[in-house]
């Protein structure tokens, strides 16, 4: 029998993971160029994954 958290069961979350991992997979992508080398694009890619990260954290707290 396989236990869930109340905020697994959420189909938003679901989703919000699904984001997540696209998001990941895209900034991996968009590092790789050579215009990602400049400051400022990676503290854009840095601050759009913890932004993902922040949306995923809240909704599962918020419903804990």
Known sequence: ???????E??????LELQFVAWATDLFVELSALPEAKTRRMAEVLNHL??????????TSEGNG
């Open 49 to 58: 994954d913890r932004a993902c990260l922040s949306s995923l954290f809240n």
């Open 1 to 7: 029998m396989q236990h869930h958290l109340d905020h």
């Open 9 to 14: 069961r959420l189909e938003f979350y679901e």
